[in-house]
């Protein structure tokens, strides 16, 4: 017979197993997220007009076809939350890299736009399994008693896979010239299926029961389900959806606006590029900023400034020092954005149904992403001008600030039985 004194005993030391062994997970999430971000993310707009060239495609064409694998990934992010909830990461996010690996294969042997659609629908199912989302309830999942663990664990792996871009568009570059651009996704596939092996073998830390943590309020019972018509949860994932979509349309649109504003393409690239850097350089103090503010405050001074450096963006043209200041500010502020979309449902519910719950936060922000470059260009046609519809974005990303606020429980804590 178990007393008290042993489960507390249990607890404490798988806890501690838990912890011993996220040393590993959050290092093969670094390689792994970095790989996949780079290899089935950001190297189609690089190589998009070479195959345009070669195949006599339109860019419209290609690059709706990485839309639709965006979509694809934000409707199946449920139903992997939901298994990781239940089963952990190992399986599906080593599902996932054989998809990708096979997708970016498909990609390399298109000959037509179906095939080439096709492949991309393949690949947004392994985005679902692959990208932030499944990492992150990872590590929710394994360090759900340890809230310092867990942000540092996200803070690591969201630094790393920020220099995605970095690291794989000159990367995509460079295997074009030699390889042209099937040649290259073949490479792309051989490093994603790397991460296949480094997921199977590297994710095996024991999973923890899905009765680990426990929410005292509304979700605290044993045989808790999750209410999608719940108002609060349906405000968080309409504010953060909307925010996202504003986040996103800045970055895509930024260099038509600074175009549009007298400066070269060269410029406003190298703009843009500072955002990259203030992005990935945000992440870092977040955990700071998570241990001296509410989540309601956070959530709102970072919208905040992203939506005073999208106005700021939108109004000054000169000098070129202001405005790469601006970028650099705003690119902090999303970057500190991506952990505050990783810890909202934490923040309100706990890690019970954490992955099934943030399948849809990301489902959905996910899908606001895939439509804001063709919808902010649109919107900036209709309104005459990218500098109006800067004001737009600003306007949505605090808009989306309110809503996510409103979401917040009130007079609610979130424990966990790891944690006592």
């Given at each position: 017979m178990t007393t008290d004194s042993d489960s507390s005993t249990i607890g404490r030391e798988a806890a501690t197993s838990r912890g011993g062994g996220l040393r590993r997970e959050v290092a093969v999430l670094c390689a792994t997220e970095i790989t996949t971000w780079g290899a089935l993310f950001y190297a189609l707009p690089v190589a998009a007009s070479t195959i345009a060239d070669d195949q006599g495609w339109t860019l419209p064409q290609i690059l709706g076809a990485f839309t639709v694998a965006q979509l694809v990934a934000g409707a199946l992010g449920f139903w992997v939350g939901r298994h990781i909830d239940r089963a952990g990461p190992r399986r599906i996010m080593t599902l996932g890299s054989v998809l990708g690996a096979g997708a970016l294969v498909a990609v390399a042997?298109?000959?037509?736009?179906?095939?080439?659609?096709?492949?991309?629908?393949?690949?947004?199912?392994?985005?679902?399994?692959?990208?932030y989302a499944p990492a992150f309830a990872a590590i929710t999942g394994w360090a759900a008693g340890d809230e310092h663990r867990r942000l540092r664990a996200l803070t690591a792996v969201t630094l790393v896979a920020g220099l995605a871009s970095t690291a794989f568009a000159p990367l995509t570059a460079w295997l074009l010239g030699p390889l042209g651009w099937r040649g290259t996704y073949l490479v792309l596939a051989g490093f994603v299926a790397a991460t296949a092996v480094a997921h199977w073998l590297g994710l095996r830390a024991a999973w923890p029961d899905r009765d680990h943590d426990e929410v005292v309020g509304q979700d605290s019972g044993p045989d808790a389900t999750i209410d999608f018509a719940r108002a609060d949860f349906r405000l968080l994932v309409a504010g953060m959806t909307l925010a996202g979509f504003a986040v996103s349309a800045?970055?895509?649109?930024?260099?038509?606006?600074?175009?549009?504003?007298?400066?070269?393409?060269?410029?406003?690239?190298?703009?843009?590029?500072?955002?990259?850097?203030?992005?990935?350089?945000?992440?870092?103090?977040?955990?700071?900023?998570?241990?001296?503010?509410?989540?309601?405050?956070?959530?709102w001074s970072v919208l905040a400034v992203v939506a005073l450096s999208t106005v700021g963006l939108a109004e000054i043209h000169d000098p070129v020092v202001i405005i790469v200041v601006l970028s650099f500010v705003g690119g902090m502020a999303r970057g500190l954005f991506t952990l505050i979309q990783a810890t909202a449902v934490v923040d309100r519910w706990g890690t019970r149904h954490y992955g099934s719950r943030s399948g849809i936060l990301s489902g959905a922000t996910m899908a606001a992403a895939a439509i804001a470059p063709w919808a902010g260009a649109s919107i900036a046609v209709a309104l005459d001008g990218y500098s109006t519809a800067f004001w737009l974005f600003a306007a949505g990303a605090m808009l989306g600030a309110a809503l996510a606020t409103a979401s917040q429980p009130s007079g609610r804590r979130v424990r966990s039985t790891a944690a006592r």
């Open positions: 042997m298109s000959g037509s736009l179906v095939t080439l659609y096709a492949a991309w629908i393949v690949g947004g199912a392994a985005m679902s399994a692959t990208l800045v970055v895509v649109n930024l260099v038509p606006l600074l175009t549009e504003h007298g400066l070269s393409v060269r410029m406003a690239a190298v703009v843009l590029g500072v955002g990259g850097v203030g992005q990935v350089t945000g992440r870092v103090f977040y955990a700071l900023l998570s241990a001296v503010t509410s989540p309601a405050t956070r959530t």
